[in-house]
């Protein structure tokens, strides 16, 4: 068992996501790997990588989310955002000699799990709607995808356990979601809702 498994939870069903998803997960079990062995170079080395793999999947995260219209693209933007602000200051303070391996290592996890199983979510149902129109699938696969997206329990996680990505924004995301909710009842609507009843905004 590794420090972080993949579940299907986890799984958006969006190729290009998952996939950069489960780089990024595969790196936090390596850099878990290195700071055991007390592999103080290699784990430079993955903070680095992690950082630089982590900012690539922002973008293109971020640019099918424009693409397909998503309505609160500005807002996960500026999760993302935070996230690598973080990542980087944990960084800096190892620079400067201290220990973060575990610090580090418990905010990837937390972070991860949630941002992949609950925000990343959120543009599920319009990035699906966008690729259908894109012809690269129908619509009914868009449809099943997003199901299948939504069909496995989530696990909670405690928000405390992450208080310095949550702030307004996340609030706001969380209004927007609700109004959104009173949406026609077609799967994708259906989807949304099922968003919202996670009250993963705080
Ligand atoms: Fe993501
Ligand atoms: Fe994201």
Redesign the pocket.
């Known amino acids: 068992m590794s420090y972080f498994d993949w579940t299907p939870d986890l799984d958006t069903h969006i190729e290009l ?1 998952d996939e ?2 489960k780089i990024l997960v595969r790196c936090i079990n390596e850099l878990h790997e290195a700071n055991q062995r007390k592999d103080f170079e290699a784990e430079g080395k993955i903070i680095e990588d992690l950082i630089r793999y982590t900012v690539e ?2 973008s293109d ?1 971020e640019k099918l989310m424009d693409d397909a219209g998503y309505p609160l693209s500005k807002q996960h933007k500026q999760i993302h955002q935070r996230f690598v602000d973080k990542v980087r200051e944990i960084q800096q303070k190892r620079r400067e000699g201290e220990d973060i391996g575990q610090e580090l290592l418990g905010i990837l996890h937390n972070w991860l799990f949630t ?2 199983s609950h925000h ?1 979510k959120g543009f599920i149902p319009a990035v699906q709607k966008y690729l259908a129109a894109k012809s690269s699938y129908d619509e009914l696969e868009a449809e099943a995808a997003v199901r299948a997206a939504f069909q496995n329990p989530r696990r909670t996680q405690n928000p405390a356990a992450f208080p310095a990505f949550i702030d307004d924004d996340t609030a706001a995301v969380n209004q927007s979601e609700n109004n959104n909710a009173q949406e026609s009842e077609d799967i994708f609507s259906k989807a949304r809702q099922n968003i919202k009843n996670l009250k993963i905004w705080r």
């Open positions: 996501v950069q998803h999947h922002f995260e941002h992949i990343d």
